[in-house]
């Protein structure tokens, strides 16, 4: 039970934090498969607030890496999918 406790803090943590938002919405528009860098010089952001949110996102499962040797970041199929839910509604 600890687990879904904690994963529902991350999540609630999440849509409380605009730059995640948009992170994810940069994500779920373009899907690009990019770097820390280019989110943070596409959407005006420091590369430490990208990274700080970066790693909610990958704690939440809302984003992945292609491989464990990648820099860059993508949507998981849940993370676009809950994304859609949430602007649709």
Do not use: H, W
């Amino acid at each position: 039970m600890k687990k879904i406790t904690d994963s529902l803090g991350i999540y609630k943590e999440i849509l409380q934090d605009q730059n995640c938002l948009r992170i994810i919405y940069y994500l779920y528009k373009y899907n690009p498969d990019v770097p820390v860098k280019e989110i943070s010089e596409q959407l005006d952001m420091s590369p430490d607030i990208v990274s700080s949110c970066i790693d909610k996102l990958l704690a939440a499962e809302i984003i992945y890496k292609r491989s464990p040797e990648a820099t860059s970041y993508t949507l998981t199929p849940m993370g676009r999918s809950a994304f859609r839910n949430l602007i649709e509604e």
